[in-house]
């Protein structure tokens, strides 16, 4: 396991009445790229600026290699930040901004060019060292914004949505050119962003906030294959949540008892479903059968086509049960026009029950 | 169709009428300050800078246009530095009574020139700084530094909130921060406030009348001269003073929209 970089030790913040962040308990280590996400005014910003000491915890305490940071002001922390708006300095050229943080911590004019180009020159963007930063393209702003972060060799860098202003092709070619540069300089990312594209593209963990609480932490995989609760199961992916009565449990499989039929479900470690009691499993919208006709056996629930929505190869398709919630599935265009649906018509969505995933109560 | 030419047109006419109100009785000054007859009247008279000399000559006069430069300098600087100040003040800081400290930051320039005038003398009186430069200075300044600090305010609304943050961020304690970022950001504002005070306090007239003393200021003195006699020195004057005004007036302009017409540009 790597060092801890940072820690997170039952931090909360209020602003007046308003709880933005409640007892948060994490650790960032040394060298990972770790994405905070979450809907609007979840507190992943609020994270972020306690981290760059922009913002003072209520409570708690964090920690910078073992150093209480909480009250630290922000010019006296390594913690450079890349800001959604990029606060570039709209007076000073393109060079002179990545200047800026070597020229308050004394560097000499003479290193102080020499660094900065040598920045520019590594994010490709050298020739454009003299330009006013008015005239520069976002994508090209956007590396200026990282290379004045960057130059001061920080331990840490913070990044609060900085994709978010770009145009789709774009923020592909910066995804992957961040991932690089992370990986080069063996640096702390911490990113912030509501986009679990991105979150999942680049992170080596990501932290899933909601009102102000973890939801989640884990590897994206885990993320996006075992929610550990509904708020994640909803927010990550596209999964069909089932609700219904635990039958019996045998260790390995519970059974679930719903409006919609039986469901056996295979159990993760760490549940131990009480029978009797209400509780949800998770089937992912990629991970089941679709079919004209009722598979003999397993988990099934007919369901009638309502809409489809086609996103290049793949389509996922809104069915409605018989109870008439939603069902979504997704599968690959070619498989769907073998199957030559109709509006309204009848299918079967089928899965195995390893494919679903329990999440208790929650 | 036609009603939208005929509306242009009377707007283009009523724009006309309303400039030559404004600058009809201006433009006269200068020509009758070029003209030799002692009195107003047309036909004009010959060319001649006989007025313009008498001027020059004229100690009084000198003395006048040292006050009213000393003055004005000083007051834009002043006025500047607590508009700048203020403005800063607002844009940083929240705080229970603000609406009151902006309400009494503002309110100088609603209250009447001669009630101001008044009461500054008065006061002045009492504390002792009557007739003085210096007392000139000090109720000019408390005159255009609400114009000062509107015109900065606007340049700040303008301002990414993450611009003083991005500083701290890279290293800049509060005051470098203020020096290297808040400060040059609004440069065109700081000098386009400048050149406004500076305007106003060499123009203004009442409050310098009440409480110059002997320390006249060049309003005062071409109030002095008219009263005396019709003298058309007062033309030449007069024309001096315009263009000094009219000066300032078009480079804070002409600063704020160069700078204002850069940043559109380019931001699209």
């Known amino acids: 396991m790597a060092d801890a970089l940072v820690e997170f030790d039952s931090v909360v913040k209020r602003f007046g009445d308003f709880t933005a962040v409640e007892t948060m308990n994490f650790t960032i280590n040394e060298g990972e790229f770790i994405a905070i996400m979450g809907p609007s005014g979840c507190g992943k910003t609020t994270t972020l600026r306690m981290l760059a000491g922009l913002e003072a915890p209520s409570g708690g305490e964090i920690r910078m290699q073992g150093r209480v940071m909480n009250h630290v002001p922000p010019h006296e922390r390594d913690t450079p930040m890349v800001w959604q708006s990029l606060a570039l300095f709209p007076f000073l050229n393109a060079r002179e901004n990545v200047e800026f943080g070597l020229e308050m911590r004394g560097v000499d004019a003479v290193t102080r060019k020499k660094k900065a180009l040598e920045w520019l020159d590594r994010l490709e963007i050298g020739e454009f060292s003299e330009r006013d930063i008015n005239s520069l393209s976002g994508g090209q702003k956007q590396r200026v914004a990282l290379a004045r972060s960057l130059v001061t060799e920080p331990k840490i860098l913070l990044l609060d949505e900085p994709l978010s202003a770009l145009d789709a092709n774009l923020v592909i070619r910066m995804q992957s050119m961040l991932s690089r540069l992370q990986r080069e300089l063996g640096i702390t990312f911490v990113y912030v962003t509501h986009s679990q594209s991105e979150a999942f593209a680049m992170a080596d963990r990501v932290v899933i906030m909601s009102r102000g609480h973890i939801a989640q932490i884990g590897i994206p995989k885990d993320i996006y294959r075992a929610p550990e609760n509904r708020f994640v199961a909803e927010f990550v992916g596209r999964n069909n949540i089932i609700t219904g009565t635990v039958k019996s449990s045998s260790g390995k499989l519970v059974t679930i008892d719903g409006s919609l039929g039986k469901f056996k479900v295979a159990l993760g470690r760490g549940h131990q479903p009480v029978i009797g009691d209400v509780a949800s499993f998770v089937i992912a919208a990629d991970l089941v059968h679709l079919t004209t006709t009722k598979p003999k056996a397993g988990n099934v629930i007919e369901c009638s086509l309502i809409s489809e929505e086609f996103i290049g190869s793949v389509v996922t398709l809104f069915l409605e049960t018989s109870d008439g919630s939603e069902f979504k599935v997704q599968i690959q265009e070619r498989e769907l026009s073998d199957m030559d649906l109709k509006h309204m018509g009848r299918v079967f969505v089928s899965w195995e029950s390893d494919r679903a995933h329990f999440i208790g109560a929650g | ?268």
């Open chain 2, 1 to 268: 169709m036609n009603r939208d030419r005929m509306l242009k047109w009377f707007l283009y006419g009523y724009l006309a009428l309303v400039l030559i109100f404004i600058f009809a009785p201006i433009i006269f000054s200068i020509i009758f300050s070029f003209n030799s007859d002692r009195f107003p009247t047309i036909p004009l008279g010959s060319f001649t800078l006989k007025w313009y000399e008498t001027i020059w000559q004229d100690p009084d006069v000198w003395e006048a246009a040292r006050n009213s430069l000393i003055v004005s300098l000083s007051v834009a600087a002043i006025a500047t530095f607590l508009g700048f100040a203020t403005a800063y003040t607002d844009y940083r800081y929240r705080f229970k009574l603000k609406p009151v400290y902006l309400a009494l930051i503002l309110l100088p320039p609603t209250i009447p020139l001669i009630i101001l005038a008044l009461a500054m003398l008065a006061w002045f009186a009492k504390i002792g700084l009557a007739g003085k430069v210096i007392s000139i200075i000090i109720a000019h300044s408390v005159l255009t530094a609400p114009f000062a600090m509107a015109i900065i305010r606007l340049r700040l609304s303008q301002m990414d909130v993450s611009l003083e943050a991005a500083a701290w961020n890279l290293g800049a304690d509060q005051w470098r921060a203020l020096r290297r970022v808040i400060v040059p950001f609004c440069r065109p504002a700081i000098i386009s406030s400048f050149c406004l005070t500076a305007a106003v306090s060499f123009d203004e007239f009442a409050i310098a009348w009440f409480i110059s003393g002997l320390n006249k200021t060049i309003p005062v003195i071409i109030l002095e001269i008219v009263t005396g006699n019709i003298d058309p020195q007062v033309n030449a004057i007069g024309s001096f003073v315009f263009l000094t005004s009219i000066t300032l007036v078009v480079i804070a302009q002409v600063v704020l929209m160069t700078r204002e017409k850069k940043e559109k540009v380019h931001h699209g």
